[in-house]
């Protein structure tokens, strides 16, 4: 039984995003249950992109010409694991029906 947890970038996806934000669309970080949450998301091509941390102003890339990044995380909970039963098959094939009282 585990949490995953996916953190999905997400640009506005208008002509004002930068050329590092728009090669990072849809890139995901995963965390797994036990993992501790990260401090910043680390992309391998670009480093540090995303501060996560509470007083942090969270997305680390400055653009050009004095925008400010518009960029945000989408978080994603997989509970799918939790939930999952094992499939059973019988060879009984009678049908039960519950009684109303």
């Not at 995003?17 to 995963?30: N, S």
């Not at 501060?51 to 925008?67: C, F, N, Q």
């Not at 994603?76 to 519950?98: L, W, Y």
């Amino acid at each position: 039984m585990s949490i995953t947890l996916r953190m999905i970038w997400r640009t506005q996806e208008d002509s004002h995003v930068c050329p590092q934000c728009k090669a990072l669309e849809g890139y995901i970080w995963t965390l797994e249950a036990g993992e501790p949450y990260p401090k910043q998301l680390i992309h391998p091509i670009y480093g540090p992109v995303y501060d996560t941390r509470p007083a942090a102003e969270g997305s680390l890339i400055k653009e050009d010409h004095g925008h400010i990044c518009r960029c945000t995380l989408v978080h994603q909970f997989d509970v799918s694991k939790i939930f999952a039963r094992p499939q059973h098959t019988h060879g009984n094939t009678e049908t039960c029906e519950e009684i109303a009282p």
